[in-house]
T-cell receptor, first 113, second 113 residues
Framework: AQSVTQLGSHVSVSEGALVLLRCNYS??????LFWYVQYPNQGLQLLLK????ATLVKGINGFEAEFKKSETSFHLTKPSAHMSDAAEYFC???????????WGAGTKLIIKP | DVKVTQSSRYLVKRTGEKVFLECVQD?????MFWYRQDPGLGLRLIYF???????EKGDIPEGYSVSREKKERFSLILESASTNQTSMYLC????????????FGNGTRLTVT
């Protein structure tokens, strides 16, 4: 079965530090990959998506993610964390003929002043 | 701009009540989804619909039903609410292409007492 693993249910970084949120997927075919962000008491919004055009994908709010097929990874990074980045981040994969997405469990990003 | 609207942000219902959660999208998307979100469990798919009057069970359909009489509206029904259905419910819409992202509403936080 396909799966998505996000390492770390909580990640804490200092303001101004590098943000790295990890996502690994299992898929027998090249997938479409997504990162979503959820701010408190809101729905999820798309941060960025990989659709095979380029391995390094830039998203909103200064985030980017790199698709590494050999490592089956799609880690999310931001060079310098801001307090407003505090949120929960979800990685998801779509593939095959199914309209559904397979979701990771989410990672809560905590920003320390 | 894309819009998915959930009729209520917060709902409090009593055990045994019939509960309707409404979701409307203005994007003419073929696909609509209902998810449930609980701490530590990520997003779990309840039902989805790929066309008017068409529906498919997701991972956790027990205790729920859905209705899609018009393309823009997708309703989630709790036939007899129970306390274990206290949760955040998220509706989403998606075009009919695999690499298209989901667009989410802001969620309905349901409490069953």
């Amino acid at each position: 079965a396909q799966s998505v693993t996000q390492l770390g249910s909580h990640v804490s970084v200092s303001e101004g530090a590098l943000v790295l949120l990890r996502c690994n997927y299992s898929s027998s075919v090249p997938p479409y990959l997504f990162w979503y962000v959820q701010y408190p008491n809101q729905g999820l919004q798309l941060l960025l998506k990989y659709t095979s055009a380029a391995t390094l994908v830039k998203g909103i709010n200064g985030f980017e993610a790199e698709f590494k097929k050999s490592e089956t990874s799609f880690h999310l990074t931001k060079p310098s964390a801001h307090m407003s980045d505090a949120a929960e981040y979800f990685c998801a994969v779509a593939h095959g003929s199914n309209y559904q997405l397979i979701w990771g469990a989410g990672t809560k990003l905590i920003i320390k002043p | 701009d894309v819009k998915v609207t959930q009729s209520s942000r917060y709902l409090v219902k009593r055990t045994g009540e019939k509960v309707f959660l409404e979701c409307v999208q203005d994007m003419d998307h073929e696909n609509m989804f209902w998810y449930r979100q609980d701490p530590g469990l990520g997003l779990r798919l309840i039902y989805f619909s790929y066309d008017v009057k068409m529906k498919e069970k997701g991972d956790i359909p027990e205790g729920y039903s859905v209705s899609r009489e018009k393309k823009e509206r997708f309703s989630l029904i709790l036939e007899s609410a129970s306390t274990n259905q206290t949760s955040m419910y998220l509706c989403a819409g998606k075009p009919g292409t695999l690499n298209s992202p989901l667009h989410f509403g802001n969620g309905t936080r349901l409490t069953v007492t």
